[in-house]
Protein backbone atom coordinates (compact mmCIF):
# COMPACT_ATOMS: atom_id res chain seq x y z
CA UNK A 1 0.00 0.00 0.00
CA UNK A 2 1.22 3.57 -0.86
CA UNK A 3 1.91 5.73 2.25
CA UNK A 4 2.63 9.06 1.99
CA UNK A 5 3.57 11.78 4.76
CA UNK A 6 1.68 15.19 4.15
CA UNK A 7 3.97 18.08 4.17
CA UNK A 8 1.84 20.23 6.07
CA UNK A 9 0.41 18.40 9.04
CA UNK A 10 3.08 15.95 8.88
CA UNK A 11 1.27 12.74 9.60
CA UNK A 12 1.89 9.83 7.37
CA UNK A 13 -1.55 8.40 5.84
CA UNK A 14 -2.16 5.43 3.77
CA UNK A 15 -3.55 6.27 0.28
CA UNK A 16 -6.95 5.26 1.82
CA UNK A 17 -6.71 8.46 3.52
CA UNK A 18 -5.70 10.08 0.33
CA UNK A 19 -7.05 11.54 -2.90
CA UNK A 20 -5.09 11.59 -5.68
CA UNK A 21 -5.39 14.45 -7.84
CA UNK A 22 -3.13 13.81 -11.20
CA UNK A 23 0.70 15.01 -12.52
CA UNK A 24 1.78 17.69 -10.79
CA UNK A 25 3.45 21.14 -12.19
CA UNK A 26 0.85 21.33 -14.91
CA UNK A 27 0.90 24.72 -17.28
CA UNK A 28 -2.70 25.82 -16.87
CA UNK A 29 -3.98 27.76 -19.56
CA UNK A 30 -6.87 30.51 -19.29
CA UNK A 31 -9.49 32.31 -21.49
CA UNK A 32 -7.00 33.76 -24.06
CA UNK A 33 -5.30 30.43 -24.62
CA UNK A 34 -5.14 28.86 -27.92
CA UNK A 35 -7.40 25.72 -28.78
CA UNK A 36 -4.32 23.57 -28.75
CA UNK A 37 -2.90 24.44 -25.74
CA UNK A 38 -6.72 24.31 -23.79
CA UNK A 39 -6.48 20.60 -25.36
CA UNK A 40 -3.06 20.36 -24.29
CA UNK A 41 -3.97 20.80 -20.28
CA UNK A 42 -6.91 18.84 -20.57
CA UNK A 43 -5.81 15.77 -22.24
CA UNK A 44 -1.78 15.43 -22.39
CA UNK A 45 -0.01 13.65 -19.84
CA UNK A 46 3.20 12.51 -18.93
CA UNK A 47 2.48 9.03 -17.75
CA UNK A 48 5.30 7.95 -17.13
CA UNK A 49 7.49 4.83 -15.98
CA UNK A 50 9.77 5.67 -13.24
CA UNK A 51 10.08 8.95 -11.76
CA UNK A 52 6.61 11.01 -11.45
CA UNK A 53 5.41 13.78 -9.84
CA UNK A 54 2.16 13.65 -8.80
CA UNK A 55 -1.27 15.85 -6.79
CA UNK A 56 -2.86 14.43 -3.30
CA UNK A 57 -4.92 15.91 -1.30
CA UNK A 58 -4.82 14.38 2.95
CA UNK A 59 -8.85 13.84 1.95
CA UNK A 60 -9.30 12.68 5.62
CA UNK A 61 -6.92 14.38 7.65
CA UNK A 62 -5.81 18.60 7.41
CA UNK A 63 -7.69 18.71 3.79
CA UNK A 64 -4.92 20.31 2.19
CA UNK A 65 -3.00 19.52 -1.18
CA UNK A 66 0.23 18.69 -1.56
CA UNK A 67 2.88 17.04 -4.52
CA UNK A 68 4.46 13.38 -4.30
CA UNK A 69 7.25 12.03 -6.10
CA UNK A 70 7.27 8.56 -6.95
CA UNK A 71 8.25 5.81 -8.97
CA UNK A 72 5.51 4.61 -11.15
CA UNK A 73 6.70 0.96 -11.37
CA UNK A 74 7.74 0.18 -7.59
CA UNK A 75 5.41 2.86 -5.47
CA UNK A 76 9.11 3.64 -4.18
CA UNK A 77 8.08 7.33 -2.37
CA UNK A 78 11.18 9.69 -2.82
CA UNK A 79 9.45 12.42 -0.94
CA UNK A 80 6.41 14.66 -0.67
CA UNK A 81 6.29 18.89 -1.00
CA UNK A 82 3.91 21.64 -0.48
CA UNK A 83 1.99 22.25 -3.48
CA UNK A 84 3.05 26.23 -4.06
CA UNK A 85 6.59 24.84 -4.81
CA UNK A 86 7.11 25.25 -7.93
CA UNK A 87 9.75 22.49 -8.61
CA UNK A 88 10.93 19.30 -5.97
CA UNK A 89 12.83 20.27 -3.09
CA UNK A 90 16.46 19.75 -3.73
CA UNK A 91 16.79 17.02 -0.90
CA UNK A 92 13.84 14.92 -3.26
CA UNK A 93 16.15 15.87 -6.16
CA UNK A 94 19.15 14.38 -4.23
CA UNK A 95 17.28 11.28 -3.58
CA UNK A 96 15.64 10.59 -6.69
CA UNK A 97 19.31 10.76 -8.78
CA UNK A 98 20.59 8.59 -5.48
CA UNK A 99 18.53 5.46 -6.26
CA UNK A 100 17.71 6.61 -10.60
CA UNK A 101 21.69 8.22 -11.46
CA UNK A 102 20.49 8.14 -15.09
CA UNK A 103 17.48 10.45 -14.24
CA UNK A 104 17.09 14.35 -15.39
CA UNK A 105 14.87 16.42 -14.55
CA UNK A 106 12.35 17.53 -17.14
CA UNK A 107 11.73 21.62 -16.00
CA UNK A 108 14.58 24.19 -17.01
CA UNK A 109 14.68 26.77 -14.75
CA UNK A 110 15.79 26.74 -11.16
CA UNK A 111 14.55 27.55 -8.14
CA UNK A 112 16.50 29.52 -5.36
CA UNK A 113 16.74 26.64 -3.38
CA UNK A 114 18.54 24.76 -6.10
CA UNK A 115 20.77 27.55 -7.12
CA UNK A 116 21.90 28.18 -3.03
CA UNK A 117 23.16 24.10 -3.53
CA UNK A 118 24.50 23.77 -7.25
Known amino acids: ???????CCGIRAEETELAPGGEAHLKRF???ASD?????????????????F????HAYGCGKWFLAARCTVTLE?????KAQNPHP???IVAAIRAKRPDWTPDWTE????ESLTE
Open 77 to 81: VFGTY
Open 36 to 52: EDFESYLFARKNPKGVH
Open 1 to 7: MLTLTCP
Open 89 to 91: TPE
Open 54 to 57: ERWR
Open 110 to 113: TSPA
Open 30 to 32: GPG
